[in-house]
Nanobody, 130 residues
Framework: QVQLVESGGGLVQAGGSLRLSCAAS????????MGWFRQAPGKEREFVAG????????YYVDSVKGRFTISRDNAKNTVYLQMNSLKPEDTAVYYC???????????????????????WGQGTQVTVSS
């Protein structure tokens, strides 16, 4: 069983920055592909960013490219999402998730489907005011 705990959310003005962290339990974190998803009120959960188990490849939804950066520190069992130039439309609950089989299923990409992620954090609220 893997437990994921997000932190770092909050209220920020448009143009500001936040850094989300996701701490994972367990000894096999470095074998999981990791993703960040978000869900705004009345909308479906959407993929935001993902990173391969090795940290060698990263992926982003078009709306955050150039503004968000995903990274991981396998020694600390932690994945991060640095969010810059925040916009009101970034307001959502942000979730980190672990894809246990991603390393085997996809050699070079990260899954963008929430259905392929096995473990989820409780979420952290990000609110961007205009």
């Amino acid at each position: 069983q893997v437990q994921l705990v997000e932190s770092g959310g909050g209220l920020v003005q448009a143009g500001g920055s936040l850094r989300l962290s996701c701490a994972a339990s367990g000894r096999t974190f470095n074998t999981y592909d990791m993703g960040w998803f978000r869900q705004a009120p009345g909308k479906e959960r959407e993929f935001v960013a993902g990173i391969k188990w090795s940290g060698g490849s990263t992926y982003y939804v078009d709306s955050v490219k150039g503004r968000f950066t995903i990274s991981r520190d396998n020694a600390k069992n932690t994945v991060y999402l640095q969010m810059n130039s925040l916009k009101p439309e970034d307001t959502a609950v942000y979730y980190c998730a672990a894809d246990v089989d991603g390393r085997v299923r996809y050699s070079y990409i990260v899954s963008k489907s929430s259905r392929e992620y096995d473990y989820w954090g409780q979420g952290t609220q990000v609110t961007v005011s205009s």
